[in-house]
């Protein structure tokens, strides 16, 4: 079975503060992906980034950075100087290509709000 | 290219009725998934269709149904309605259903059973 754990609930930050979200994931799938998706208030996930198993290079874009450590089974968000426009939900999600196929298993979740 | 689109966009319903949600993926994507999203459950996987043929289910009782036409367009039904069925149902598309294809979400549609 996939299981993926976001431990932080909720995080309230003051804007321009740095904040880094948790992603702890289990899988016995030698490849599989990682995802993390962001949800407004209005509903729709948005993509964000995808990492394969095999390629452990931590990724950069804009504010937002990942670091992806397969030894401690963990893909963390980090987001720069935060901004009001970053308060969502943030999911980290799993597929395995062995097991799961195409089917995404989500984290609980984590509810980011950036204070002005 | 537009983006994946589901309507209705909110609906309420009765319990013991049924539903039936659409869901248009983005132009060439031709596998749909369904998602439940419950504050008690999260998002959970509810069905994935390939090619018209329902590829992966997840852990839902036989009352969620789905089904793809060929112009890759899905539905999902919900038969009997129970309270517990409101939630947020998302629907993504890929070009494949691969694993490794990132999904594209649509924005959902709010269902509340009364």
């Known amino acids: 079975a996939q299981k993926v754990t976001q431990a932080q609930t909720e995080i309230s930050v003051v804007e321009k503060e740095d904040v880094t979200l948790d992603c702890v994931y289990e899988?016995?799938?030698?490849?599989?992906?990682l995802f993390w998706y962001k949800q407004p208030p209005s509903g729709e996930l948005v993509f964000l980034i995808r990492r394969n198993s095999f390629d452990e290079q931590n990724e950069i874009s804009g504010r937002y950075s990942w670091n992806f450590q397969k030894s401690t089974s963990s893909f963390n968000f980090t987001i720069t100087a935060s901004q009001v426009v970053d308060s969502a939900v943030y999911f980290c999600?799993?597929?395995?290509?062995?097991?799961?196929?195409?089917?995404?298993?989500f984290g609980e979740g984590t509810q980011l709000t950036v204070n002005p | 290219k537009a983006g994946v689109t589901q309507t209705p966009r909110y609906l309420i319903k009765t319990r013991g009725q049924q539903v039936t949600l659409s869901c248009s993926p983005i132009s060439g994507h031709r596998s749909v998934s369904w998602y439940q999203q419950t504050p008690g459950q999260g998002l959970q996987f509810l069905f994935e269709y390939f090619s018209e043929t329902q590829r992966n289910k997840g852990n839902f009782p036989g009352r969620f149904s789905g089904r793809q036409f060929s112009n890759s367009r899905s539905e999902m039904n919900v038969s009997t309605l129970e309270l517990g069925d409101s939630a947020l149902y998302l629907c993504a598309s890929t070009t494949d259903g691969l694993p490794l294809e990132t999904q594209y979400f649509g924005p959902g549609t709010r269902l509340l059973v009364l």
């Open positions: 899988t016995r799938d030698t490849t599989y992906y």
């Open positions: 999600a799993l597929s395995g290509k062995e097991t799961s196929g195409s089917r995404l298993t």
